[in-house]
């Protein structure tokens, strides 16, 4: 019985640690998990720059008609997130600009020339499905945008008193151990 209940222990504990709610944000596999769209450029991954992370970042630039990056992934209202990103031009003069927005969170940055800088905040979730947007606005022919290891993970739930499964049914098999000590 002391390992059952022991090995229910470990697999709540196990289910409890969740990786990352983005698809591809490290953007190995090209724009997979991602909506892009610019009136005047272009979107994609590549090498160059030197990427944050791995061996590709997105890149995004739109002659100055803007551009969006998008991905929309499931939450719990009212729970916190965490996310989590780098970001980086290849030019700041003239100013290349970047605004994100996800849940009750919006931010807007002037982009520097060639180097990385980083954002980590939380936000909380307005709806069951929630869009992680990065709007882009370059100068022609003055810079790119960069996008590296972007991760959104769960800070808390919301407060739904719920009891847990494994916690039901770990209460019911103590209660058949203790019962069956009993007879």
């Known amino acids: 019985m002391k390992k059952l209940l022991t090995g229910l222990a470990m697999t709540a504990l196990m289910g409890s640690a969740q990786a990352t709610l983005i ?3 490290g953007f190995e596999t090209g724009l997979s998990g991602w909506s892009c769209s610019t009136d005047d450029g272009s979107c994609g991954t590549a090498s160059w720059g030197g990427p944050q992370e791995g061996v590709s970042h997105f890149y995004g630039y739109d002659n100055g008609a803007g551009g969006t ?5 499931a939450t719990l209202v009212g729970a916190t997130y965490s996310l989590d990103f780098f970001f980086g031009s290849t030019s700041s003069s003239p100013t290349n600009n970047l605004s994100v927005a996800v849940g009750d969170f919006s931010d807007a940055f002037t982009l520097s020339a060639s180097s990385w800088s980083s954002l980590s905040t939380t936000f909380t979730a ?3 499905i929630t869009d992680l947007n990065f709007f882009f606005d370059t100068n022609g022919g003055s810079g790119t945008l960069w ?3 972007v991760v959104i993970d769960t800070v808390t739930t919301a407060a739904v008193p719920e009891p847990s499964i494994l916690a039901l049914l770990g209460l019911g098999l103590a209660g058949m151990g203790i019962r069956r000590l009993k007879k």
């Open 23 to 25: 698809t591809n944000g």
């Open 69 to 73: 990056l998008t991905q929309s992934f």
């Open 126 to 128: 307005l709806s069951e």
């Open 147 to 149: 996008l590296d290891d």
